[in-house]
């Protein structure tokens, strides 16, 4: 799951989805020193990851790629995800895909001091360019895979991956559409446990 898929499925509590936009900024275990809703949302995001990477409908996802991509598609196929959410996000959620993505903007800049460095260095470029809303249309996600492309100084080859996103456009929905029911119950679960926990 990229950044959309961990921030939704975070639910409500501010802290937990900090904690879910962090994870892969940190490694190990080296995330004590925040409070008890942000450890949880790091390892509410260690966990999703767990489980979206050993599932058979993603796995058959990276296998609909061309074998050029090798060891990016699984972030190619995050990324695709990202655009159906995006692209769907009325039948997801109340509120809209703009102002979602705004209001996580904004609570991002404002714990900004407690976030660290790798996260405080992606939140101009993510707010500027307004990623969450930009993975919507195909030139939005076509410009974020040519990104990541030049980040990855050309290892990637992911922006070429948007032809496999056109060419399979249908399948590629099909299959996140399966997968997604899943991993929304799941984190629901997730969710409810830790809630159950706290309210003892």
């Known amino acids: 799951m990229n950044f ?12 937990i989805i900090i904690g879910n936009f962090i994870a892969d900024t940190i490694k190990g275990n080296k995330f004590d020193h925040f409070s008890k809703d942000i450890q949880f949302g790091i ?3 260690r966990r999703i990851d767990t ?5 058979p409908i993603f796995r058959q996802s990276k296998r609909r790629l061309d074998d050029k991509y090798r060891l990016y598609k699984g972030v190619i196929i995050d990324l695709i ?14 509120t809209s895909l703009f102002d979602f993505s705004q209001e996580v903007y904004q609570l991002l800049e404002k714990n900004y001091a407690i976030l660290p460095e790798k996260a405080q ?3 101009p470029y993510m707010s500027k360019q307004n990623w969450l809303y930009k993975y919507k249309s195909l030139q ?6 040519h ?15 948007i032809v496999d996103l056109k060419d399979n456009y249908a399948i590629f929905e099909k299959d996140f559409t399966c997968f997604f029911k899943e991993i929304e119950n799941y984190s629901s679960t997730y969710l409810k ?8």
């Open 4 to 15: 959309l898929a961990h921030l939704y499925l975070a639910g409500s509590n501010k802290e």
């Open 43 to 45: 390892k509410m995001h």
């Open 51 to 55: 489980f979206t990477d050993s599932h």
């Open 81 to 94: 995800y990202d655009h159906f959410l995006a692209k769907n996000w009325s039948q997801y959620a109340d």
């Open 121 to 123: 260095y992606l939140i």
């Open 140 to 145: 939005g996600i076509g410009e974020v895979m």
């Open 147 to 161: 990104d990541m492309n030049i980040r990855t100084q050309g290892r990637s080859k992911m922006n070429e991956a």
């Open 193 to 200: 446990n830790h809630d159950c926990k706290n309210n003892k």
